[in-house]
């Protein structure tokens, strides 16, 4: 009686150790497909997606074989990007990709556990977002370049392009964090040059389009962007406005000044992306965001659109338009 008994374990261990077998062989056809969550504020930042699909691929990462996307567009809604990382995070995505320092800010707050990789506009130490460049710590690391903190350097290059530059008018919502840095650092910027900074602040998308609206002929000399989402949203009603009161404009994004602003000074989105993407990679193979410290981009690119310029009735001063990057005729 034993032995048949033996023969049938015997057959029983043989018969799993087949359907492991086939199990790892069809794993190994179907490797797996990781799930990475992007926070995006608004629409200027899909350029970074674009730029992270690019940079993944040049990886060896294929979408839709090797990874998929999730995007969660939080149209400049801080509360909004708050319930998008949470969910990510329940829903179990590998890694939340911020595109933005109010992204990762919000995925710092409301997640525990996935890993984030971010592009920071602000200095992620002053932020919170990270302990050091050096040694992140904690779940974030990522790229950083110097959107806020160009302000300075943006508004010396706006007073050059209007040498008789008076009253500049930006618009923000003062209860974000990295509006907060901005508009202080225009501020005391603006004290230096000797001009004068008028503020304007919104709660709401409405109120920031009553605000432009309310604009008047000759009441300011210029409007300059500092880093608001909301605002950066409504980059093209702004716009639009300033075009129609002959209003020079300097943005942080080079999309705005393609879309009919003057000028702009800041980092390629699609550089920044693509730069991101061999931090996912090692995030998603397995290496922690502590031992991956966070990369500086110092590629600046001025941009000028003639167009515009001729459209507000301003001649752009030589000695500008030889040290930009792109001249948009």
Known sequence: MRRPLRKTALGSILFAVILLALAVVAEAQHPKIYRIGVLVPGEAWYEIVDGLRLGLR????????????????????????????RNLEQEKANLIFATSSGSALA???????????????????????????????????GVYTRVTDLTAKRLEILK??????????????????????????????ASQMGLQLI???????????????????GEVHAYFAVSDPTAVNQAQLIIDTARDKKLPTMFEHLMHVTRGGLASYGVSFHELGRLSAKYVQRVLNGVKPSDLPVQAVDKIDLV???????????????????RADKVIK
């Open 107 to 141: 995925a710092k707050r409301t997640t525990a556990r996935i890993p984030v990789v971010f592009c920071s506009g602000a200095d992620p130490v002053v932020l919170g977002l990270v302990d050091s460049f050096a040694n992140p710590g904690e779940r974030l690391t």
């Open 199 to 217: 503020e304007r602040h919104f709660a709401s998308v409405e109120e920031l389009q009553a605000a432009v609206g309310a604009l008047r002929s």
């Open 160 to 189: 050059q392009i209007v040498p008789k530059l008076d009253r500049v008018v930006t618009f923000y919502d003062p209860r974000r964090p990295v509006g907060i840095e901005s508009s202080k650092l225009t501020r005391e910027a």
């Open 58 to 85: 040049e990886l060896g990462l294929e979408e839709r074989k090797q990874f998929t996307l999730i995007i969660r567009d939080w149209k400049g809604d801080i509360k909004a990007a708050e319930e998008a990382a």
């Open 304 to 322: 000028i659109n003639l167009q515009t310029a001729k459209q507000i009735g301003l001649t752009i001063p030589q000695s500008v338009l030889s």
